[in-house]
């Protein structure tokens, strides 16, 4: 399968992103209200943060993630910190290079803006596919009952996932 990452560094791009988060928020079963779940997915481009969409041979999207710098908590000030805000896949290719190549292009982007993030930080869905996936590069540290269904969040170091994506990106060069 053949794909390409673009950063959302326009309004096409931006567009394209919120549209695909918008059409993919019922089939993806969020445990968020729909005004939570826009809040969260449309504050990276309200804020100027970053967000990606990755996009098939036909220039569909089939992919989108956003993150921003800091947390609520301390009003964005801890910009050590990165919290994802969504990741979303088109379901054909929820299992395939995509998430790897897509989460080694994040930890690049984060490299090499030297802003001196330390930790990355993220929620979910309590799906027991999920937690298996993200269990092996980062630690839930919290869990929250919503009146849609129990969310967890996850934490890890930013050079730990750093040296996991670049993991993954040495398996596939091994094959």
Known sequence: MNYRIQACSNAVYQEQ???FVLENYVPLRVPNTFLLTLGFTSAPILLEEECFIALDQHDEVIGAWSYLYGTEEYAYYNTEVIQIQSVILSAPYRKTR???QGLQHLVRHIDQSRRGVKEVR???AADPK???????????????LTPQGIVEEYR??????????RGLQSKRHAR
Do not use: D, E, G
Request: net charge positive; glycine share 0%.
């Open 122 to 124: 993220f929620w979910i």
């Open 98 to 100: 995509l998430f790897a």
């Open 156 to 165: 890890v170091p930013f050079n730990q996932l750093y040296n996991y994506a």
């Open 17 to 19: 992103h919120m549209t």
């Open 130 to 144: 999920l937690k298996r996936l993200c269990s092996k590069f980062a630690k839930p540290t919290s869990t929250l």
